[in-house]
């Protein structure tokens, strides 16, 4: 995702702790940017794809430019990764190993979920851990908005899947529902009516357009208002459009009364 650079107040926050939860993302850093969660008219989890950091998918609060919105962004544990090292007098030099960033599950999404699971139990410990801290602060599920891009995208709509109830805002640029091909899916529990937004392009190679379909599929039975649109000619990222829209969502969110 090209995205611009971090916002300049995003820092690491101590205010949520989620090192009791599952490994192995529970206790990872979170950033967060825009207002203090206890000012906030509204909080936004921003999860990263894979291979990425939380510096990559919180620059998006700087496309939204909305005041009243507390950002938040877990980071995944870190891939291995040990960049390269130059030559000098007495060691040769060194190439770089693994993959910078981190990911919240090691196989694609439309793998055996099995083979995922546990990374992706652990990633949803830990929304579900923010969530419920968020709440204590008064920012219950129905003022949080959660959403990504790639893998955080797919996340994010898998969490609504499997903990339903109604969530201010669910944004999934470039995802869908993880499992197999042939992965059966069982709508239970009741969205509440929760706005979702499932947008992709037609030159997503990661991302095929009949699982975002059938992920809204799979939403709308579990009573959630899907807008689902497909983009000509983007490919795995995300438009100023889309961001736009999300955008004027958000706002819709944070004028509604709590």
Sequence with gaps: MDAPNPPTNAHEIDTFD????????A??????????PKD????????HGRN??????IAL???YDLPGVCYLAPAAKPNFYRPATPATETTPAMPALGTPGGSWYPQPFMTDIVKNQDEIDSAHSV??????QLSKLGLTPERCVLGG?????????DHAYRFPRRYGLIVAYSGGL???TTHVFHPDGDLEGTPVELSCGDRDIHIPWKRVEETAQVLERMNAAVELEKYPGLPHSVSRTQVDKTRARLESLIATPN
Excluded: Y
């Design 149 to 157: 891009f790639s893998q955080g995208a797919c996340l994010s709509v």
């Design 40 to 47: 906030a008219s509204i909080a936004f989890i921003l999860l």
């Design 61 to 63: 609060s700087e496309g």
């Design 52 to 57: 990425a950091t939380p510096e990559d998918i």
């Design 178 to 180: 993880p499992g197999k």
């Design 27 to 36: 206790g990872q850093r979170i950033l967060h940017a825009g207002a203090e």
């Design 18 to 25: 989620t090192s009791l939860e599952l490994p192995p993302h």
């Design 127 to 132: 929304i579900e851990s923010l969530l419920s």
